[in-house]
């Protein structure tokens, strides 16, 4: 990122009206659902804000979830308890605002959403998402997640391996 930014959880000062990612869902979602999925604790939604402008560069969403322990890859159950059910961290959306792609924004709010499952006091074993087309698949592969489940766009990343590094 060239540009110092913040990332920080989406409050109703937040001027979401002139985000634009090239998403139409994508640009709804953070207009009119985000603020009412916080209100009902359904997501938390973290924004990356340019510290100059206070523009929204940027934003995630975060919840917890659970999947079935038989949806992973046998190399992660071996690492895991044999409980029916994992808990996992669900990131639902990551999107950058056209005028801020390519300066390293989604890898920093990946980053941040990494580091706040991990540092979180509720227990999960991983990082969910549903990638949403194969370009967004190989940015996930790219930061080391792996293709689980039944849907060929489901990836996750095991904490295993960062839960030292992070916290």
């Given at each position: 990122m060239t540009t110092p930014f913040r990332i920080e959880l989406l409050n109703k000062e937040h001027n979401r009206a002139g985000f634009s990612c090239g998403v139409d869902v994508?640009?709804?979602?953070?207009?009119?659902?985000?603020?009412?999925?916080?209100?009902?604790?359904?997501?938390?939604?973290?924004?990356?804000?340019?510290?100059?402008?206070?523009?929204?560069a940027g934003y995630y969403t975060i919840s917890a979830s659970g999947i079935p322990l038989t949806d992973l890859p046998e190399t992660l159950i071996k690492k895991l308890p044999r409980y029916p059910s994992v808990p996992v961290a669900l990131l639902g959306r990551l999107a950058v605002d056209?005028?801020?792609?390519?300066?390293?924004?989604?890898?920093?709010?990946?980053?941040?959403?990494?580091?706040?499952?991990?540092?979180?006091?509720?227990?999960?074993?991983?990082l969910v998402v549903n990638a949403k087309d194969e370009q967004a698949r190989s940015f996930y592969h790219h930061y080391d997640f792996l293709d689980f489940g039944s849907l060929p766009n489901q990836l996750i990343l095991h904490f295993s391996a960062y839960r030292n590094a992070y916290v």
């Open positions: 994508l640009n709804v979602y953070l207009r009119e659902q985000a603020r009412q999925d916080m209100q009902r604790r359904a997501a938390s939604c973290y924004v990356a804000v340019d510290a100059c402008t206070s523009a929204i056209v005028g801020f792609q390519g300066k390293k924004i989604g890898a920093a709010l990946l980053g941040n959403a990494v580091q706040r499952a991990l540092a979180s006091d509720i227990a999960v074993a991983a």
